[in-house]
């Protein structure tokens, strides 16, 4: 027999100051975890481009997202566990590639 249940649905993401939220869906628009960029705005921390030089268009450096904020309400535990994998891979990935020096350097990120 069960001894607890616990019940989550109808959960919905709130908006965050600062970040973009589809406020239908209840996420922040984001791709494998990495925020995007509201449309022609530049980033939280003013850049327009990555370290590399290369432009992302769209992606927010340094911003990452998981869980249920990126995804929507749905899944378990486990479903979690997956998605902040892919979106820690997105960061190892974005260190890795220098990405983030620039925001480092100036200040963006301590």
Known sequence: PAQM?????GYKSQPL?????????GVVPNQAGRVLRA????????VNSLAS???EAGVEPGL????WLKRGPTGIIGTN???????????VEDVEAKRLARLVGSGAVQ
Not at 17 to 25: C, I, Q, T
Not at 64 to 67: L, S
């Open 53 to 55: 030089g290369r432009e």
């Open 64 to 67: 990452y997202v998981c869980g």
């Open 17 to 25: 100051a600062g970040l973009p939220f589809d406020a239908k869906k």
């Open 81 to 91: 566990l997956i998605d902040a994998e892919e979106t820690v891979g997105c960061i």
């Open 5 to 9: 249940v616990l019940v989550s649905i």
């Open 39 to 46: 449309p022609g705005s530049l980033s939280a921390a003013g």
